[in-house]
């Protein structure tokens, strides 16, 4: 009997969390058919050969939801097995720069602020990101009032 360890199939997949001007987040419905199937997720896809991160991103956006975006900083890198797939989650920051987003690859979307995600069911390596958003504005309130108390303090001490 020949025994084979079968490897999963491996996606690489630029991932964009697209913030409006109300600090919200657009998230998407996955298809009901297929694989993860009435998830949600954050809009992103397949890396082409010979496409950064970043290019892949802005593609998949226009052809997923017809908008345009601005990609902006990195936010965490995933590495997750599934039972059948492994996947490799780019995320970057992005901000909307124009256009309205359609639902042209999806079953529908929404925008969301940061509390009402866990609202949602998302496939489970989106933990992580979700973590990591949670993270990353905590950092970024942090930074807020250190500015302020600086302020406070240079406005006081003169
Ligand atoms: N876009 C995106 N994909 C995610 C997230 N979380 C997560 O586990 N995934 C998985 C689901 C998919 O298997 C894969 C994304 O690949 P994809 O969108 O190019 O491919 P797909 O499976 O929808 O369809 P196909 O093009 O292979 O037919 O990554 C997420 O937040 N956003
Ligand atoms: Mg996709």
């Known amino acids: 009997m020949s025994e084979t360890s079968a490897v999963p199939p491996h996606k690489i997949i630029g991932v964009a969390v697209i913030w409006n001007d109300q600090e919200q987040i657009l998230i998407d419905r996955r298809r009901p058919e297929g694989v993860m199937g009435g998830l949600w997720e954050f809009p992103g896809g397949k890396i082409e050969p010979g496409e950064t991160v970043e290019e892949c991103i802005?593609?998949?956006?226009?052809?997923e939801l017809g908008i345009e975006i601005e990609v902006r900083e990195h936010l965490i890198t995933i590495d997750h097995t599934y039972t059948h797939l492994r996947v490799t989650l780019t995320v970057h920051q992005c901000c909307l720069l124009t256009g309205i987003p359609q639902p042209l690859e999806c079953d529908e979307i929404r925008w969301?602020?940061?509390?009402?995600l866990e609202e949602f069911a998302f496939p489970q390596a989106n933990s992580q990101i979700i973590s990591a958003l949670k993270g990353s504005?905590?950092?970024?309130e942090a930074r807020e009032a250190g500015e302020a108390e600086e302020i406070k303090l240079l406005t006081t001490d003169n």
Do not use: A, F, H, T
């Open 58 to 63: 802005q593609r998949e956006i226009y052809e």
């Open 112 to 116: 969301v602020n940061l509390d009402e």
């Open 137 to 140: 504005r905590r950092v970024g």
